[in-house]
């Protein structure tokens, strides 16, 4: 009897050896799902990055020229001037404010929020969680 409460321990540390081997490579490979997951966000927001720095630069050019437009409004109204000034200005102020508009827009489309989420590696590490508890239970 002694020895059959030896053979069960030896079994149990087999198993727990196992189980623990397995839980190291099931934690590696979740590991690397994250990693490749953050680095594919990574490299979405490096393009994203260069977009919004361009949609800036013309949201800024555009008030830049709404600011001449509006200065040579003023300028008009109180010089006796043609408003050839403030029209230009006024024409290319909604210009550049298009193309900056624009440019937000597709940014928008391109990178949300919710797209920065692991979500791959959270289904799989809820699909995990289902696993341990049936096999707990």
């Given at each position: 009897?002694?020895?059959?409460?030896?053979?069960?321990?030896?079994?149990?540390?087999?198993?727990?050896?196992?189980?623990?081997?397995?839980?190291?490579?099931?934690?590696?490979?979740?590991?690397?799902?994250?990693?490749?997951?953050?680095?594919?966000?990574?490299?979405?927001?490096?393009?994203?990055?260069?977009?919004?720095a361009g949609?800036?630069?013309?949201?800024?050019?555009?008030?830049?020229?709404?600011?001449?437009?509006?200065?040579?409004?003023?300028?008009?109204?109180?010089?006796?001037?043609?408003?050839?000034?403030?029209?230009?200005?006024?024409?290319?102020?909604?210009?550049?404010?298009?193309?900056?508009?624009a440019g937000?827009?597709?940014?928008?489309?391109?990178?949300?929020?919710?797209?920065?989420?692991?979500?791959?590696?959270?289904?799989?590490?809820?699909?995990?969680?289902?696993?341990?508890?049936?096999?707990?239970?």
């Amino acid at each position: 009897m002694n020895h059959a409460h030896h053979t069960d321990d030896r079994g149990i540390a087999a198993v727990v050896l196992q189980l623990k081997t397995e839980l190291a490579e099931i934690l590696h490979t979740r590991f690397q799902i994250l990693k490749t997951e953050l680095k594919e966000k990574l490299d979405l927001s490096k393009t994203a990055l260069p977009l919004l720095a361009g949609a800036l630069v013309f949201l800024f050019g555009g008030f830049a020229a709404l600011t001449f437009a509006l200065i040579a409004l003023v300028h008009a109204a109180l010089v006796d001037n043609p408003f050839s000034w403030a029209i230009g200005g006024t024409i290319v102020a909604f210009l550049y404010l298009v193309l900056g508009l624009a440019g937000l827009l597709w940014l928008k489309r391109v990178v949300r929020p919710a797209d920065m989420i692991p979500t791959r590696t959270l289904k799989v590490l809820k699909q995990d969680q289902t696993w341990l508890e049936k096999e707990v239970a």
